[in-house]
């Protein structure tokens, strides 16, 4: 995460828990649009810190060392991941009755 964003580790674990919560409201017909729409905000709002971490080469901590290329890989697949979730949850009817 960029050294100017405050309170890191508060972020990391809202984030984390975003991404649980979100991730159990895409299974519930009710609250999937809104589900999406945080999963695509949340994924909006993190992309800085996974450029920080690809372009300064920060490892996740407690973690075996992830390859350089990984970190690059991560940026486009975020783009792959916030289309699939508009697919899935806003755009895409089936399932919604």
């Known amino acids: 995460m960029p050294s100017w964003i405050p309170f890191h580790q508060f972020l990391v674990y809202a984030s984390g828990a975003v991404e649980i919560v979100g991730?159990?409201?895409l299974i519930i017909p009710r609250y999937k649009?809104?589900?999406g729409w945080t999963l695509l905000i949340l994924l909006i709002v993190v992309f800085p810190a996974n450029i920080n971490m690809a372009i300064n080469e920060i490892q996740l901590p407690g973690r075996d060392a992830m390859p350089v290329w990984?970190?690059?890989a991560r940026l486009p697949l975020q783009f792959v991941l916030i289309?699939?979730?508009?697919?899935v949850a806003i755009k895409?009817?089936?399932g919604d009755r």
């Open 23 to 25: 991730g159990l409201g």
């Open 33 to 35: 649009k809104v589900a």
């Open 70 to 72: 990984a970190l690059w």
């Open 83 to 87: 289309y699939l979730i508009y697919w």
């Open 92 to 94: 895409n009817k089936r």
